[in-house]
């Protein structure tokens, strides 16, 4: 059984950075793309980036494209999401995904789920 761990979030003001980590075990971490979604209070659950299985493919909401960048570390089985310049508008709770092969931006393609790691900018 896939086991996902974020971790990283906190409190950070806006403008300021913060990197969150998804440890996963379980599964043979080179054969699954990896995602990132984030909810805040009151909406629903949207996308914010995928990295393919070799890491050179990635994708990003158009909300965070050029302030976020994702990135994996088959050796450690863990996938970073390092956030810059952000914003209050990024506080939510963020969580990890994966997939077998392909990566996706479709919160529907995804069967294994992290807890949740809370990030928090204010303004």
């Known amino acids: 059984q896939a086991q996902l761990v974020e971790s990283g979030g906190g409190l950070v003001q806006a403008g300021g950075s913060l990197r969150v980590s998804c440890t996963v075990s379980?599964?043979?971490?080179?054969?699954?793309?990896m995602a990132w979604f984030r909810q805040a209070p009151g909406k629903e659950r949207e996308f914010v980036s995928t990295?393919?299985?070799?890491?050179?493919?990635?994708d990003y909401a158009d909300s965070v494209k050029g302030r976020f960048t994702i990135s994996r570390d088959s050796a450690k089985n863990t996938v970073y999401l390092q956030m810059n310049s952000l914003r209050p508008e990024d506080t939510a709770v963020y969580y990890c995904?994966?997939?077998?092969?392909?990566?996706?931006?479709?919160?529907?393609?995804?069967?294994?789920w992290g807890q949740g790691t809370q990030v928090t900018v204010s303004s």
């Open positions: 995904a994966e997939k077998f092969w392909s990566p996706s931006n479709s919160a529907d393609e995804y069967p294994y």
């Open positions: 379980g599964f043979a971490f080179s054969n699954f793309a």
């Open positions: 990295v393919s299985r070799s890491g050179t493919i990635t």
